[in-house]
């Protein structure tokens, strides 16, 4: 696999995390009602 790549899966899978990370213990609604947790959603990559 070429360098790009792996350092491209790299940066995915850490922003999987912090998604994980952030959306713990919330809702849908609280998705809907926290504009600053929706636009954490729209950094994911």
Do not use: V
């Not at 360098?3 to 995390?17: F, P």
């Not at 912090?18 to 926290?34: G, V």
């Amino acid at each position: 696999m070429q360098k790009d790549n792996i350092i491209r899966l790299k940066h995915l899978l850490e922003a999987a995390r912090e998604a994980l990370f952030f959306s713990e213990n919330k809702t849908k609604s609280d998705l809907y009602s926290d504009r600053m947790l929706a636009l954490s959603y729209k950094r994911f990559p």
